[in-house]
Nanobody
């Protein structure tokens, strides 16, 4: 079991910046990757950014060069720095952790409750 708690959401003007943070607790030694997803109004959940323990990083095309994901594995935290925010970035942002279950089993996903980011003038 892993618990994820997000913070840092809020209201920001277009072109502004926000930093989201997620802290993991519980069986964190099994985490192999952490990520941020988001779900906008009337939209399906989508991957925003993901960082594996190996250092491999993935970004959605819509946020490439604007968002930066970072991890501090010793503190079991992951952050998302969001710059040059747009109206279409408005969404609930969810923290995700992928856990290792051994070589003969699939990995497991755990989710935070989400934090609202609203971009409006």
């Amino acid at each position: 079991q892993v618990r994820l708690v997000e913070s840092g959401g809020g209201l920001v003007r277009p072109g502004g910046s926000l930093t989201l943070s997620c802290e993991a607790s519980g069986n964190t030694d099994r985490i192999v990757a952490m990520a941020w997803y988001r779900q906008g109004p009337g939209e399906e959940r989508e991957l925003v950014a993901r960082k594996h323990n190996s250092g491999r990083t993935t970004y959605a095309d819509s946020v490439e060069d604007r968002f930066t994901i970072s991890r501090e594995t010793s503190k079991n935290t992951v952050a998302l720095q969001m710059n040059h925010l747009k109206f279409e970035d408005t969404a609930v942002y969810y923290c995700n952790a992928e856990l290792w279950n051994g070589p003969l089993s699939e990995n497991s996903d755990y989710w935070g409750r989400g934090t609202q980011v609203t971009v409006a003038s």
